[in-house]
């Protein structure tokens, strides 16, 4: 495999527009059977993919493709939020489709307008390997989400009529007939690319809110519909999917006025997925139903559609309950994300065939979610997660699925999760990358920032315990590097004093090197799961003076009567290992190591480890709850080795702008292997 290229990334460059960087000079051959597009004339438009009952089928030059592997990418890069899309530059998009191209990637999957450039880079790239082209799978957002506020609808004006808006802008701009004026939030420019030739699939909306559809199905079960030429709602129908229908069709008739028919798919999740799920202990998880067979497409769109499905194996919690998930079987044993997926595709057979169109697990250290066999919500090393997610490419294939779309590409800065929003200013959070937010840690190909310029502190005592004490940090982390004089102590401690007050330790860290542990506490008052939680007592402990740091991953919950306890990561246990990329040893979940030949202690702590809600502004999380946001001018460090004791203040400067570099995330061969084995 040639391997993805590191480069650093200033955030400078990355808030340029950027241009569109040129194509290579001559075409490279294919690198195996021949996928250039083959479409097909049917009743006047041109169809490249067709899906139906029968399947899904792919025309290509050698032949029908009915499986695609591809992966999503997402809307954003570090330092910017989702809003911010049209300032990616060209070379961006061009050095992301080529490194997609060396993984055996076959089709990217996007969820809203990108800018123009690229449609120019994929343009670009498709014609430099006419055999071995990039699909595209476009999707289409919501605009406007206020359906989800009380008393919102889908039907209302802003959401309806930005969303049709929305609609006709991207599929010109997929044409290349756009001319879209610049307007916050979203991206803008001239359109002048066609890229429909490569265009494999349309995927439309968004996570469908529960609440939003149960509403919209209450207050707008009467709304006037006519079936459309092209997609019909079906007898029974709910309000939520004659909307659908409607917006379908008319994406369709948009379509086929330029001579062209796509599967045109609505965006589904397991939260309003048509099945029944009374093992579900969250009844909002299993509160409406989203049907993807009550909207079929005509005999006039040869197109047709299929189920398309955000799924994954650790959430919601039926997969752990249900009965019947627990009987399905992969890789000899009972796996119940398997049997997930089997019913979803026993579901809609007869009708479409199935995509899982999101998957994957995160490479954090923080998790959000115990997932059955292990695949959790985080906890992963980089090699692991890739294990996982290439396990589950294989699984998915098994069990039928017309294709897989790996989430993400890239790991996002800018994401929140339920167990660590709440600590955090949500106003800045794209501007550092938590290693506990493990939303910020999906992507195949990690980001790790650099070091913070000035953000740096030293001790080197003329005599004493401690020989040089060396604190910097980068928008993950704050390191510390300990070496002593004579010899590792039996033990270190370290105090930080973060927040203003009398007490002068906020968080503290103990490492017994003989027993090769070490561990991180919180003050009582700051522990952060007191935020993310009414019940009380929170944990276990409660009231101990200093609490191991810790996550919540689940609250309380009761299931036909029985109570289960609330469940906890403990990332204050730090784990020992090597954070070198280039190491064959390499651990990204480690957090301290033993350098004993320059008896050197090290640690690497998350940022929110050590109590701060945003490092870039010098904030910290305070207390109460909901908790203050406390600005402070630094961390005060205390370190006592076996009783001696020194003193070291760390300040640095804030930031709106940092550097980071792109890299392959460690384990990533075996995701290649499995993108070339499933679609050579």
């Not at 209302?156 to 599929?171: M, Q, R």
């Not at 320059?598 to 109590?611: A, D, E, F, K, Q």
Request: one cysteine or more; proline letters at 8%; aromatic letters at 10%.
């Amino acid at each position: 495999m040639r391997r993805l290229a590191v480069m650093t990334v200033a955030a400078l460059l990355l808030a340029g527009s950027g241009c569109s960087s040129s194509s290579p000079a001559e075409p490279e051959p294919s690198r195996g059977d021949d996928w250039a597009p083959a479409a097909r004339d049917v009743a006047g438009l041109s169809v490249l993919a067709e899906s139906d009952a029968d399947g899904f089928r792919l025309h290509t030059a050698s032949g029908e493709k009915s499986f695609l592997p591809g992966v999503n990418l997402g809307s954003t890069v570090p330092l910017q939020q989702p809003g911010e899309i049209g300032t990616i530059p060209g070379e961006t998009y061009a050095g992301w489709l080529r490194d997609m191209g060396d993984l055996g990637i076959r089709v990217v999957r996007i969820y809203t307008l990108p800018p123009p450039v690229f449609y120019d880079e994929l343009d670009a790239y498709n014609r430099a390997h006419p055999g071995d082209p990039i699909y595209l799978v476009q999707g289409v957002y919501l605009p406007d989400e206020s359906y989800v506020e009380e008393g919102g609808s889908l039907y209302d004006a802003a959401v309806d009529e930005g969303f049709a808006a929305e609609l006709k802008d991207v599929s010109d701009a997929v044409h290349g007939d756009l001319e879209r004026a610049e307007a916050p939030g979203r991206a803008s420019g001239t359109y002048a690319t066609d890229v429909s030739e490569w265009l494999a699939a349309w995927i439309i909306g968004v996570e469908w809110d529960p609440a939003g559809v149960q509403r919209t199905d209450r207050q707008d079960v009467a709304a006037p519909y006519e079936p459309g030429d092209y997609f019909v709602a079906q007898p029974g129908a709910t309000a939520t999917e004659r909307w659908l229908a409607r917006h379908m069709d008319a994406l369709a008739a948009w379509e086929a006025a330029r001579g062209t028919s796509a599967p045109v798919a609505m965006v589904n999740w397991p939260t309003v997925d048509p099945l029944e799920h009374p093992e579900e202990p969250d009844a909002n998880e299993d509160l409406v139903a989203v049907d993807p067979t009550h909207v079929l497409p005509t005999e006039r769109w040869p197109g047709g559609t299929f189920a398309s499905f955000h799924a994954y194996p650790y959430y919601p919690d039926f997969q752990r309950y249900e009965p019947g998930l627990q009987d399905a079987r992969w890789n000899d044993r009972a796996d119940p994300y398997a049997g997930y997926v089997a019913a979803l595709r026993d579901h809609v057979a007869g009708s479409m065939p199935l995509m899982v169109t999101e998957f994957g697990v995160p490479s954090s250290l923080g998790s959000a979610h115990r997932g059955p066999l292990g695949r959790d919500q985080g906890a992963h090393t980089e090699q692991e997660a890739m294990e996982m997610n290439a396990d589950m490419l294989r699984l998915l294939q098994a069990q039928g699925v017309a294709g897989t779309f790996v989430f993400s590409w890239e790991d996002e800065w800018f994401k929140a999760t339920w167990n660590t929003i709440d600590h955090q200013d949500r106003e800045r959070r794209q501007l550092w990358h938590d290693p506990l937010t493990n939303e910020q840690w999906f992507g195949l190909v990690a980001t790790d920032p650099e070091p913070l310029a000035d953000a740096a502190a030293e001790l080197a005592p003329d005599g004493g315990a401690f020989e040089y004490v060396h604190v910097w940090a980068d928008a993950s982390w704050v390191h510390l590097d300990v070496t002593l004089r004579d010899a590792l102590p039996a033990r270190l401690a370290i105090e930080a004093d973060v927040v203003p007050g009398p007490d002068a330790a906020d968080y503290r860290v103990e490492v017994d090197t003989g027993a090769r542990t070490a561990r991180l506490d919180v003050r009582r008052e700051l522990d952060p799961i007191r935020l993310d939680t009414a019940v009380r007592p929170y944990r276990p402990g409660q009231d101990d003076p200093w609490h191991l740091y810790s996550l919540i991953t689940l609250e309380q919950q009761t299931l036909g009567g029985t109570s289960y306890d609330a469940e906890y990561e403990d990332v204050g246990q730090l784990v020992e290992g090597d954070w070198d990329p280039a190491s064959t040893a390499y651990d990204s979940t480690s957090t301290w190591l033993l350098d004993e030949d320059r008896r050197t202690i090290r640690l690497r702590l998350p940022w929110s480890m050590l109590g701060l809600a945003d490092p870039s502004a010098r904030t910290a999380l305070g207390e109460g709850t909901p908790a203050q946001l406390v600005p402070i001018d630094g961390i005060g460090l205390t370190f006592d080795a076996d009783g001696a004791q020194e003193r070291l203040d760390f300040a640095w400067p804030t930031w709106n702008n940092a550097s980071y570099t792109r890299r392959p995330k460690a384990g990533i061969d075996v995701v290649e292997k499995a993108f070339r084995d499933l679609a050579p």
